[in-house]
């Protein structure tokens, strides 16, 4: 704990998939308090991904109240700032309570709605290629399997707006924060009657917009003295997790990109501009006058979790396993010539393909699960560097700067694997919060702790090593890249036969397990 507190304190929330996350922030951009809520998700049919929105709230609340156990004069809090899971959203009715669970952003229900209405005019106007990930597709899935759900809906809420709403009793988000949901006009800022009218939704069911950094309210006298905190505490319009670890690690230019090394893994910088493109997906940036780009592709830190879960150590339950690590570490680059794309919920950049999955080729009897392991860290790591040349190409600018954060960043084998292919080096923050650091830069900024957004960035981010391409292994990846890049359009065709193939939904057994089989 930092010993001497620097007037005013900022709290920020990191309302995520999987928690709520919150900090409270000095003017000097350190940390001085923090605190978690676990968020519970089910999934009720295969590749559907739900939460119940309320917890979204009970856990932030209770994630603040631990953050500010610590703070002995919560006299100096000046402001809170909200970043969050984007795409997700909840469904309510007219008495504000959710008509359904809340559906995530990892969902998969909408694929058919993706092919059907996610047409170049739709991706021109939201700057999101057609994708199962954007709230667009979902509430196309609701109006056509749920009629009853939208008929009931007076108001949509992504996650800031339903945390926001909480705290201030006003339904206001920040524009960068509702623009995942897709039902925005990246070239105006505003919402697109178009879109609206594709998706049947009103203006009057969402938020009303603001920049993010705005101050859009006090607390409910009841918020702010649950908490201990002043009543003139402002709540500042905040950002999507994404766009907010970014500002965490500090990139606030295109000459800098951050790599999120989460459940998903996501390349971002920022453009001076709204440039389209289906190399990357356009988000309205929390710094004014700017568009965030960012690659994504939903297996990063899932798939590495998957695998050691369901043939690492039974004991870890798939947490990291430094024995397969270290076993990793010592195969020579290539795995040995196995070869793995990493398709594990279908292909996002540069593909758009919900159709596509994983394949290993190269198997032979030499090869081991840390074979299997390292291939697969290998896989998404060429699958980056295909996706970091197509957002330079695409917006015609280099990234000179690489600044990995997330759970895999976490691992020293994945980190050098990354610089290697990148051949550049990796600048590694280590610490876990990221996106709520540059929630709090947003709210150091808006209560006049700094003059800038990015110079509350630079004052909020720190590195924590750097990673160094090796020259011999980024020779060795240039050539498994050429090799890399033929395997998705070479099995396209097989992979989509195979997902339209009908299959049995139980197993069929001829013979009783019971019975004994004659010979």
Not at 24 to 51: I, K, M, N, Y
Not at 435 to 446: F, H, M, P, W, Y
Not at 473 to 492: D, G, I
């Amino acid at each position: 704990m930092v010993s001497t507190v620097t007037a005013p304190l900022v709290i920020a929330v990191d309302c995520s998939t999987t928690a709520a996350k919150a900090i409270v922030v000095d003017a000097a951009g350190r940390v001085v308090g923090s605190g978690s809520q676990a968020l519970d998700t089910r999934s009720p049919v295969p590749h559907w991904f739900e939460q119940d929105a309320s917890q979204w709230w009970t856990a932030t609340d209770a994630a603040i109240r631990a953050a500010l156990q610590d703070i002995s004069d919560r006299s100096t809090v000046a402001a809170v700032c909200v970043t969050h899971q984007r795409e997700s959203f909840v469904c309510l009715d007219g008495d504000e309570t959710p008509i359904r669970p809340a559906i995530l952003w990892l969902d998969g229900r909408a694929e058919a709605e993706v092919r059907t209405y996610g047409t170049e005019r739709v991706e021109l106007l939201s700057g999101k290629p057609a994708d199962i990930t954007p709230g667009l597709y979902k509430l196309l899935w609701l109006r056509d399997h749920e009629p009853e759900t939208m008929a009931r809906c007076q108001r949509v809420a992504d996650v800031h707006t339903y945390l926001v709403h909480a705290m201030t009793g006003r339904w206001v988000s920040s524009t960068a924060s509702v623009d995942p949901l897709a039902v925005i006009d990246q070239s105006t800022g505003d919402y697109s009657d178009e879109l609206l009218e594709l998706a049947g939704l009103r203006r009057a069911q969402l938020p009303e917009l603001v920049p993010s950094g705005t101050t859009i309210a006090t607390l409910r006298p009841q918020v702010a003295d649950a908490w201990g905190v002043s009543r003139d505490v402002a709540v500042i319009a905040g950002t999507g997790d994404g766009q907010a670890g970014g500002i965490g690690l500090g990139v606030t230019d295109p000459g800098a990109a951050y790599l999120v090394l989460g459940t998903a893994v996501v390349i971002g910088s920022e453009t001076k501009s709204y440039v389209p493109a289906r190399a990357y997906r356009s988000m309205i940036s929390a710094m004014p006058g700017q568009s965030t780009v960012e690659t994504f592709s939903s297996s990063g830190t899932y798939l590495s979790t998957w695998f050691r879960r369901e043939f690492g150590d039974p004991g870890l339950a798939g947490a990291p396993d430094p024995a397969l690590e270290r076993a990793a570490a010592d195969l020579p680059i290539g795995s040995e010539r196995l070869m793995t794309l990493p398709y594990w919920n279908g292909a996002q950049t540069p593909h758009w393909d919900g159709k596509a999955s994983g394949v290993t080729l190269g198997w032979q009897g030499c090869h081991t699960r840390a074979h299997f392991y390292r291939s697969l860290l290998e896989g998404i790591a060429l699958e980056l560097r295909l996706q970091l040349d197509g957002l330079e190409a695409a917006r015609g600018e280099p990234v000179e700067v690489m600044r990995a954060t997330g759970g895999g960043a976490r691992s020293a084998l994945w980190t050098q694997i990354l610089a290697d292919v990148f051949d550049r080096p990796l600048e590694v923050c280590a610490t876990a919060e990221v996106s709520a650091l540059g929630a709090a830069a947003i709210a150091l900024t808006a209560v006049g702790a700094y003059d800038t957004l990015p110079a509350a960035a630079a004052a909020v981010s720190t590195t924590d090593a750097v990673v160094t391409p090796r020259p011999d292994a980024a020779a060795a990846y240039r050539r498994l890249r050429a090799l890399y890049e033929r395997v998705y359009a070479q099995t396209r065709d097989l992979l989509h036969t195979l997902h339209e193939t009908p299959l049995h939904e139980t197993p069929l057994h001829e013979t009783p397990l019971s019975k004994e089989i004659s010979p």
